[in-house]
T-cell receptor
Framework: KQEVTQIPAALSVPEGENLVLNCSFTDSAIYNLQWFRQDPGKGLTSLLLIQSSQREQTSGRLNASLDKSSGRSTLYIAASQPGDSATYLCAVSSGFKTIFGAGTRLFVKA | GAGVSQTPSNKVTEKGKYVELRCDPISGHTALYWYRQSLGQGPEFLIYFQGTGAADDSGLPNDRFFAVRPEGSVSTLKIQRTERGDSAVYLC???????????????FGAGSRLTVL
């Protein structure tokens, strides 16, 4: 059974800092891994998708890496801004089912 | 449509009542998913449809929960005899389906927040 763990559960950083969010999964037989952002009371917004054959994806200040063999992914956020404050969710797809981690709640202080 | 649409956005009901939550997926997406998200938790898988059939309903918590997708597009999640523990945000997602690595990229709706008093 696939299990997804995200560390840390919460993170508070000053504006401008670079930061890394971690995601680990137990079953390396995945099709893809997605990072989502969720603002309070809102739905999920897809940030980055990494296919199983890829090792990283970049979008603006965001960079996500994937190491299937070790069951790990990281989301790197450069030069953090207060607007980046949200919950970041990692989700792993194996076949038809997508399993989520519990998320990392990020607060960027101005 | 342009995105996944869920109605109602908010539903408050009394314990023991029956509730229906509706999801209208992106046009052309054959796969549809229901998830439940409790406060402070990640979304929890409930059920997956490929076309009209429920391909995997292993996440439904008990027989009070049921979902249909009669024409392979709109889906309805039905909850009978609601309990306070059913209070959560119910999220719907859709994708093109299939087993290829790019086919199950999920697009989520804004969710339906259910509160059982």
């Amino acid at each position: 059974k696939q299990e997804v763990t995200q560390i840390p559960a919460a993170l508070s950083v000053p504006e401008g800092e670079n930061l890394v969010l971690n995601c680990s999964f137990t079953d390396s037989a995945i099709y893809n891994l997605q990072w989502f952002r969720q603002d309070p009371g809102k739905g999920l917004t897809s940030l980055l998708l990494i296919q199983s054959s890829q090792r990283e994806q970049t979008s603006g200040r965001l960079n996500a890496s994937l190491d299937k063999s070790s069951g790990r992914s990281t989301l790197y956020i450069a030069a953090s801004q207060p607007g980046d404050s949200a919950t970041y969710l990692c989700a792993v797809s194996s076949g038809f089912k997508t399993i989520f981690g519990a998320g990392t709640r990020l607060f960027v202080k101005a | 449509g342009a995105g996944v649409s869920q109605t109602p956005s908010n539903k408050v009901t009394e314990k023991g009542k029956y509730v229906e939550l509706r999801c209208d997926p992106i046009s052309g997406h054959t796969a549809l998913y229901w998830y439940r998200q409790s406060l402070g938790q990640g979304p929890e898988f409930l059920i997956y449809f490929q076309g009209t059939g429920a391909a995997d309903d292993s996440g439904l918590p008990n027989d009070r929960f049921f979902a249909v997708r009669p024409e392979g597009s709109v889906s309805t999640l039905k909850i009978q005899r609601t309990e306070r523990g059913d209070s959560a945000v119910y999220l719907c997602a859709s994708s093109f389906g299939g087993r290829s690595s790019g086919a199950n990229v999920l697009t989520f709706g804004a969710g339906s927040r259910l509160t059982v008093l």
